[in-house]
């Protein structure tokens, strides 16, 4: 598994208010929104094209276009939902596929209570959307469910990731021919006893749409 954490200031600076406890629901959706697409840059930066040629005013001009089959954008919802607008921003022919899953709070095991993918993902590029990677098990059986439909390459975009959920999802996906990558905002210390990621955000789906 490749991991990116990714290096700008200005990721940095949205992640720096995003992590901010007085930061309130409205400005914490608009700056994960556009966290988003700056972290999309980076992590499309393998995305399929196919050549094309079009006319300029002038003469002809190479050019290249989104291959097909086109990729599919999978936010686990809930607080993955708050990702996908900034990422059909940068990729708006993409399509989109859900992944409802939620985490047990007492022994931290990922459960999922809603699928709406494609069946066939053969030699589909899949974009999978979840801003927290704490213990790695929500992505990872989210990215074998996408494996198993046959998905030919899963890149995870997170606003956050821990040391732990990275070293699971590198052992869960050794054996793996598919590249698997992980494009972060930044890496952060460590998971607290309650599996929640420090210095982190808190909870991610609490701030973005409310405690529930
Ligand atoms: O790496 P893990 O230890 O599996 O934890 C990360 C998961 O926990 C959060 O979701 P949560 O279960 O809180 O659901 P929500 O998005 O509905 O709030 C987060 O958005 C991830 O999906
Ligand atoms: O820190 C964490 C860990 C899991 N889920 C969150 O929303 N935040
Ligand atoms: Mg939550």
Do not use: W
């Given at each position: 598994?490749?991991?990116?954490?990714?290096?700008?200031?200005?990721?940095?600076?949205?992640?720096?208010?995003?992590?901010?406890?007085?930061?309130?629901?409205?400005?914490?959706?608009?700056?994960?929104?556009?966290?988003?697409?700056?972290?999309?840059?980076?992590?499309?930066?393998?995305?399929?094209?196919?050549?094309?040629?079009?006319?300029?005013?002038?003469?002809?001009?190479?050019?290249?276009?989104?291959?097909?089959?086109?990729?599919?954008?999978?936010?686990?919802?809930?607080?993955?939902?708050?990702?996908?607008?900034?990422?059909?921003?940068?990729?708006?022919?993409?399509?989109?596929?859900?992944?409802?899953?939620?985490?047990?709070?007492?022994?931290?095991?990922?459960?999922?209570?809603?699928?709406?993918?494609?069946?066939?993902?053969?030699?589909?590029?899949?974009?999978?959307?979840?801003?927290?990677?704490?213990?790695?098990?929500?992505?990872?059986?989210?990215?074998?469910?996408?494996?198993?439909?046959?998905?030919?390459?899963?890149?995870?975009?997170?606003?956050?990731?821990?040391?732990?959920?990275?070293?699971?999802?590198?052992?869960?996906?050794?054996?793996?021919?598919?590249?698997?990558?992980?494009?972060?905002?930044?890496?952060?210390?460590?998971?607290?006893?309650?599996?929640f990621i420090m210095p982190g955000l808190g909870d991610a789906g609490d701030r973005l749409y409310g405690v529930v």
């Amino acid at each position: 598994m490749e991991t990116l954490a990714v290096d700008h200031p200005l990721v940095a600076h949205k992640l720096t208010v995003l992590r901010d406890a007085q930061t309130d629901s409205p400005t914490f959706r608009r700056l994960a929104d556009e966290l988003v697409t700056l972290l999309a840059y980076e992590a499309t930066r393998d995305v399929r094209v196919a050549e094309t040629t079009v006319r300029t005013p002038l003469t002809h001009a190479r050019g290249v276009q989104l291959a097909s089959p086109k990729p599919l954008v999978v936010p686990i919802l809930r607080a993955g939902l708050g990702m996908l607008d900034g990422m059909t921003r940068l990729l708006p022919t993409a399509e989109v596929g859900f992944l409802g899953m939620v985490r047990d709070e007492g022994t931290l095991q990922a459960e999922t209570y809603a699928t709406r993918l494609p069946e066939d993902l053969s030699g589909r590029q899949c974009y999978v959307l979840d801003p927290m990677l704490a213990t790695g098990g929500t992505l990872a059986a989210a990215i074998k469910l996408l494996l198993d439909r046959g998905a030919t390459d899963v890149t995870a975009i997170c606003l956050l990731a821990a040391p732990e959920g990275l070293k699971y999802m590198d052992e869960a996906f050794a054996d793996t021919d598919a590249p698997i990558r992980v494009v972060t905002a930044a890496i952060d210390s460590h998971l607290n006893e309650d599996g929640f990621i420090m210095p982190g955000l808190g909870d991610a789906g609490d701030r973005l749409y409310g405690v529930v």
